[in-house]
């Protein structure tokens, strides 16, 4: 099986575009009112993203697990563990100011967006990050937004109430494009050909043809077990017949 060209966009390989993409939207009920929320909050952001980022990577850098993930990438790629902690928070903080800068630009989040989304979640599975830990963390994002926002706004609870949930829809729409592309991206590690799966309709993705593409994994192996199984079945006969003979065994 070949993989698809490194040179396609993961939207055009994943099957995603603005028709699907509105459809996922509409599902999570995110609104014009949620991203003219996030666009009035754009300078907002800007300036607390930095700090926003550093406390992230506090609780990542302490917690043991991760702790050790990062040490023992930062050794693979012969690099500080203050540099790779310096480029995660310059990459977090930029991921956070993206949201609300999507939003003042007209709050499409449309393919564009969604392709760097995918971006992440394909690096994060190149390197073998367990999405358990990458997931979790929005946890400890919602948190500090959730403080941010407070300590900004502490006398509108209107505004942080519809933040916060503008936020929270983004975050998870993100989710879904790391998701994605973590399993997508798995599936062509093991040799799976995206480009086997046709996707017949607009307003689909691959998302919705796991049964097609467990059948295009599943298949070969399939055929290569009954193979092993044959293969087997004949050197043990073949081992039977030479003992009747009383010829020596090739074992």
């Avoid at 099986?1 to 993961?10: A, I, K, P, R």
């Avoid at 449309?110 to 997931?135: C, M, Q, S, T």
């Avoid at 599943?218 to 039977?240: I, K, N, Y």
């Avoid at 030479?242 to 074992?251: E, F, H, I, V």
């Amino acid at each position: 099986m070949v993989g698809s060209s490194q040179s396609d966009t993961l939207t055009r390989q994943y099957r995603i575009n603005e028709t699907n993409l509105a459809l996922r939207r509409q599902f999570m009920l995110l609104t014009q009112d949620d991203t003219r929320v996030l666009a009035g909050l754009a300078r907002w952001a800007d300036g607390i993203a930095d700090g926003l980022a550093r406390e992230f990577y506090d609780h990542q850098f302490h917690f043991g697990p991760t702790q050790a993930f990062f040490e023992a990438y930062a050794s693979k790629n012969r690099m500080s563990l203050d540099a790779l902690r310096q480029h995660l928070e310059r990459a977090q903080a930029g991921y956070f100011r993206q949201i609300f800068q999507e939003a003042a630009a007209g709050g499409k989040f449309g393919p564009d967006y969604f392709e760097k989304r995918l971006k992440v979640g394909k690096l994060h599975n190149a390197i073998d990050l367990p999405l358990k830990w990458y997931i979790g963390s929005y946890a400890l994002y919602l948190d500090l937004t959730r403080k941010y926002l407070a300590r900004s706004f502490f006398h509108r609870p209107g505004l942080r109430a519809r933040a916060e949930r503008a936020l929270f829809i983004v975050f998870l729409y993100d989710i879904q494009a790391v998701t994605d592309a973590f399993f997508y991206d798995y599936l062509q590690a093991v040799g799976l050909d995206l480009d086997a799966v046709k996707v017949e309709r607009a307003d689909h993705d691959l998302s919705e043809y796991y049964a097609d593409l467990k059948a295009v994994v599943r298949d070969p192996l399939v055929e290569t077990a009954r193979t092993s199984r044959m293969l087997a079945g004949v050197s043990e006969q073949l081992r039977s017949a030479t003992a009747q003979a009383g010829l020596p065994s090739s074992r």
